[in-house]
Nanobody, 126 residues
Framework: QVQPVESGGGLVQAGGSLRLSCAASGRTFNNYAMGWFRQAPGKEREFVAALSWSGDTTNYADSVKGRFTISRDNAKNTVYLQMNSLKPEDTAVYYC???????????????????WGQGTQVTVSS
C-alpha cells in the first residue's frame, strides 16, 4: 500500500513553469505505476500523464504533450510533474495516483488507479 502526498502547486503566470512533487509512503512504491490527473471546477477528473514502475514507459494527454514531463525517483519514493509553458486552461487541482497494474499507464482511467493523494491547486493567470 502507498499513500501519495502532492506538493508544489501555486499561482503562476501564463507561460511560466511549476514542478509538482508526489511523495509516496510505503516500501512497495517501486512496484506501482504512477499517474497525474487534474480536475477543474465543474469538470470531470482527467488524465494528465503516467509512467511505469521503472520509468521507462510514459504516456501523456494530448493537451500537455511537449509541455509537461513526468519522472520518478524510486530511491526517494517520489514522482514529479514538470510543467512548462503553462496556460490558463491548465488551472485545476492536480492529483497523484498509484496503480498496481502497469496497464493503467495506457488506459488513462481513474478507476485503474488504487491510491490517490489529496491534490494540489495549480492556478495559471492570463
Amino acid at each position: 500500500q502507498v499513500q501519495p502526498v502532492e506538493s508544489g502547486g501555486g499561482l503562476v503566470q501564463a507561460g511560466g513553469s511549476l514542478r509538482l512533487s508526489c511523495a509516496a509512503s510505503g516500501r512497495t512504491f517501486n512496484n506501482y505505476a504512477m499517474g497525474w490527473f487534474r480536475q477543474a471546477p465543474g469538470k470531470e477528473r482527467e488524465f494528465v500523464a503516467a509512467l511505469s514502475w521503472s520509468g521507462d514507459t510514459t504516456n501523456y494527454a494530448d493537451s500537455v504533450k511537449g509541455r509537461f514531463t513526468i519522472s520518478r525517483d524510486n530511491a526517494k519514493n517520489t514522482v514529479y510533474l514538470q510543467m512548462n509553458s503553462l496556460k490558463p486552461e491548465d488551472t485545476a487541482v492536480y492529483y497523484c495516483a498509484a496503480a498496481r497494474s502497469t496497464l493503467a499507464v495506457f488506459t488513462k482511467r481513474t478507476t485503474d488507479y488504487d491510491y490517490w493523494g489529496q491534490g494540489t491547486q495549480v492556478t495559471v493567470s492570463s
